[in-house]
């Protein structure tokens, strides 16, 4: 079992940055990558970005590329977003996701998801 708890959203002026923390916990030696997904109202929930465990490979959604910046902090079992230059349309629930591999048990892992609210 893994449990996943999403921190840091909140309401912030276009231009604004915010930093999302995601701690895991449970059978954490078996998560192999986290990463962060983010659902508007009447959207389909859409990929941002992506880590290994070991913090050397990480993907980004064209979106977001150059103004987001996933990394994560093994101590702490704890990933993390910063969002500089948010935009309106940035606004959404953020999901935070760990992928779950023993070798004969896979699947995925979702927090409860943080409310990001970009306005004037």
């Known amino acids: 079992q893994v449990q996943l708890v999403e921190f840091g959203g909140g309401l912030v002026q276009p231009g604004g940055s915010l930093r999302l923390s995601c701690v895991a916990s449970?059978?954490?030696?078996?998560?192999?990558?986290m990463g962060w997904y983010r659902q508007a109202p009447g959207k389909q929930r859409e990929f941002l970005a992506r880590?290994?465990?070991?913090?050397?490979?990480?993907n980004y959604a064209e979106s977001v590329q150059g103004r987001f910046t996933i990394s994560r902090d093994n101590a702490k079992n704890t990933i993390y977003l910063q969002m500089n230059n948010l935009k309106p349309e940035d606004t959404a629930v953020y999901y935070c996701?760990?992928?779950?591999?023993?070798?004969?048990?896979?699947?995925?892992?979702w927090g409860q998801g943080t409310q990001v609210t970009v306005s004037s």
């Open positions: 449970g059978s954490i030696f078996s998560i192999n990558a």
């Open positions: 880590i290994t465990n070991s913090g050397a490979n990480r």
């Open positions: 996701n760990a992928e779950y591999n023993t070798g004969a048990y896979h699947d995925d892992y």
